[in-house]
């Protein structure tokens, strides 16, 4: 019998499951250290961000633990699949980077992201993540203030719209093979909302460069929006007089609006927008009731004075 | 190949353990916390994606019993069945208890505002009565009626599928594929009931 001592181990002998994770840990921050070390001094480090000073607006939330924001990402370039997403965004290259800035500004041309990031001092924003789909996080992003870099290109008076554009690379990005959306994927924000001192543009997360899956090297975060419209691994921002055409409004007008403001009165035509489910929280605990703008609406709420946040939905 | 009424017996259990398996797994998964980022949804869509399964399971013993002429595949449909209306009924009350909390006013605010969840309790109400008289007995007393109620499974498969599309963003890959695999198993129906027509 191949399998008679199997008895003979006691139970006290098992390891207990947190102990095992703990070790697992330890040899993975060994392991990461020494990686690092031998790479390059820069990489020594294992938190790229450690010492950036918490920016405004951040309201004292509980954090969303990192495993759960970097495992659970809707990354379509990829695949639909929220989960596979972590480990086939894994061969995106995002150093060196380029974004082209064209349109109604002054100044336009390929700005290398590196020079990008040295003319805009970072910081850390804990924002509330919701997703259209009712779920929510709070992520804490590191990043600058989206309106003070776009001052920087001077856009002219013509300028009405910002547009951004995601990188189109079907090599890598496997999910742009499919047709699950119009490639490249778009996104656009009114000057006024781009200028809004909410608005931000992120690098990383939870002190550390941003993960592929969650957008790296530079994504949107507005705050008071759904998550769709925070477009991931920028490469183009156009300055525009008219509404840009949006990736998610081409795939369904009636369903996912360009202002993509969170409401709880405005359904999405298929479930309800009133509720969420909070990440993170044991499986009993309820749904939070949504908040209009997500919370944001002191800092929002004027740029849609007068509006039908019915008919603009 | 004779299989006396223990052997029978065995076998029976031994299905009815790997039936219960993706359930085993489930409960396992929940309670190492393996359930990932959004474990209800997981939960949710795992037992859904589970019910779906059986009833096309259900669907096939038929059509592969006449086909491979393997009479003894009909002795275990009533289970398949069963365990269809089974995972129906996790996937409802994860719903009912996990999402909505047992919340009346949840229930009410959210339920009309989507057809996809309207279309998913159709399905569930056709699938009970299918469940309530899926006894021998009740067979006996139904007789010619028993068949034509439980012909209403065909029904539940394709609004199950209607549900399915309805939830779906823009990936409609998977319920393509059960709609296509439910398409064929009632179109071999469709065949096998005209045959012997044609020899009368």
């Given at each position: 019998m191949l399998f008679k001592d199997k008895k003979a181990i006691k139970s006290s002998e098992i390891t207990d499951q947190k102990v095992f994770h703990d070790r697992r840990r330890i040899i993975k921050a060994a392991a990461g250290t020494a990686l690092g070390?031998?790479?390059?001094?820069?990489?020594?480090?294992?938190?790229?961000?450690?010492?950036?000073?918490?920016?405004?607006?951040?309201?004292?939330?509980?954090?969303?633990?990192?495993?759960?924001?970097a495992s659970y990402t809707n990354y379509y370039e990829f695949t639909t699949n929220k989960t596979d997403a972590t480990v086939l965004a894994k061969g995106l290259k995002t150093n060196p980077w380029k974004v082209k800035v064209e349109g109604e500004a002054e100044k336009t041309g390929d700005f290398d992201l590196e020079d990008i990031l040295k003319a805009n001092p970072l910081e850390e924003r804990i924002y509330r993540f919701r997703c259209v789909e009712a779920w929510s996080m709070v992520v804490p992003w590191i990043g600058f203030p989206l309106g003070k870099m776009l001052q920087q290109f001077k856009p002219t008076s013509k300028a009405k719209f910002v547009e951004f554009t995601t990188l189109h690379n079907p090599d890598i990005m496997i999910g742009q093979r499919t047709g699950s959306l119009n490639w490249p994927y778009i996104e656009g924000l009114r000057i006024d909302e781009a200028m809004n001192p909410l608005s931000f543009l992120a690098t990383g997360m939870y002190d550390d460069e941003l993960p592929n899956q969650n957008g790296a090297p530079l994504r949107l975060v507005v705050p008071w929006k759904y998550g769709f419209k925070s477009i991931k691994a920028i490469v183009k921002i156009r300055f525009s007089e008219t509404m840009p055409a949006t990736a998610w409004n081409k795939r369904a007008e009636g369903e996912y609006g360009f202002y993509a403001n969170v409401n709880p009165e405005v359904a999405h035509p298929r479930w309800s927008q009133s509720r969420e489910r909070v990440l993170g929280a044991s499986i009993f605990t309820p749904k939070r009731n949504t908040e209009i703008f997500n919370g944001y609406g002191e800092q929002v709420a004027s740029m849609y004075s007068g509006m039908d946040l019915k008919k603009y939905f | 190949m004779r299989v006396s009424k223990k052997g029978w017996a065995v076998i029976k259990i031994a299905v009815f353990l790997l039936c219960l398996a993706p359930f085993v797994f489930l409960v396992n998964d929940t309670i190492q916390d393996q359930l990932g980022a959004n474990p209800i949804e997981t939960l949710h869509f795992r037992l859904g994606d589970w019910a779906l399964r059986f009833l096309c399971i259900g669907l096939a013993i038929s059509p592969v019993k006449r086909f491979f002429r393997q009479a003894w595949l009909i002795r275990f449909r009533r289970m398949i069945g069963l365990f269809a209306f089974f995972y129906a009924t996790m996937h409802l009350l994860v719903y009912m208890v996990l999402d909505l909390s047992l919340s009346w006013d949840a229930f009410v605010d959210e339920v009309p505002q989507s057809p996809y969840i309207l279309v998913g309790l159709l399905t569930y109400v056709l699938l009970i009565p299918l469940a309530v008289t899926s006894t021998k007995a009740m067979q006996r007393r139904l007789g010619k009626k028993w068949l034509r109620l439980h012909q209403c499974v065909y029904l539940a498969c394709i609004s199950a599928i209607v549900h399915y599309f309805w939830l779906v963003k823009s990936d409609f890959n998977e319920p393509v594929f059960y709609a296509a695999v439910v398409f064929v198993l009632l179109a071999l129906r469709i065949r096998v009931k005209r045959k012997p027509k044609l020899i009368s």
């Open positions: 070390s031998m790479m390059s001094p820069a990489a020594y480090a294992l938190k790229k961000y450690q010492a950036i000073p918490v920016g405004p607006y951040s309201a004292s939330l509980k954090v969303t633990d990192y495993e759960d924001v | -």
